[in-house]
């Protein structure tokens, strides 16, 4: 299966290109992002590196990566990806989200992670998607419970000498995940 750009009703998930980098550089210049993550990008070559290494992992075919566009401040207001590709598996995590504040609390989220899960589960027929995050990034932690990922526990020194909260999603809980995201989207739709 080959991963494709993804249309939800007030963003886009589109394909990563080195052409985006000055856009999300721009949008990402708050030190809040960065704070419980494990790298920062505080220049544009910073943010050309991030871009570069997450094309040539689509190109290994280990990892898919996005630029989030945000139609209704039409404009790019972040990243996220596909990780861990496991085409024999059928598994992958969601990972290296991040989105400009001026979209914290809205639907960016919920509709990013909807998208993702969607095409994950029914078009790629995956069994099992993965979501992890710092122990310490505790906005990140409750917005995964909020989709109603499983807490599975905790990863000692994973990557960067960090200890991380994994989660889960399996294809017998895509149905209630989807009608409760659905739900919040119908939701944030009207409001």
Not at 56 to 84: C, I, W
Not at 182 to 190: D, M, R
């Amino acid at each position: 299966m080959k991963f494709t750009q993804l249309q939800g009703n007030r963003i886009s998930l589109i394909p990563l290109e080195f052409e985006h980098a000055d856009s999300l550089f721009q949008c990402s210049r708050f030190p809040e992002i960065w704070g419980s993550l494990p790298i920062k990008v505080q220049t544009i070559k910073e943010m050309e590196n991030f871009i570069y290494t997450a094309i040539s992992g689509r190109e290994r075919g280990e990892q898919f990566p996005y630029a989030v566009f945000d139609h209704k401040l039409n404009k790019f207001v972040g990243m996220t990806r596909y990780l861990r590709i496991s085409q024999i598996h059928k598994n992958l995590n969601i990972g290296w989200t991040w989105y400009s504040p001026k979209v914290w609390r809205t639907a960016v989220n919920t509709e990013c992670k909807y998208l993702l899960l969607k095409y994950a589960f029914e078009d790629w027929k995956a069994v099992r998607v993965e979501i992890i995050t710092t122990t310490t990034h505790s906005r990140s932690q409750k917005a995964i419970e909020r989709l109603g990922a499983k807490k599975e526990g905790i990863l000692r020194k994973k990557y960067n000498e960090l200890d991380y909260v994994i989660y889960s999603i399996i294809d017998e809980d895509w149905y209630e995940v989807k009608n409760r995201l659905e739900g919040f989207l119908e939701h944030s739709y009207t409001v």
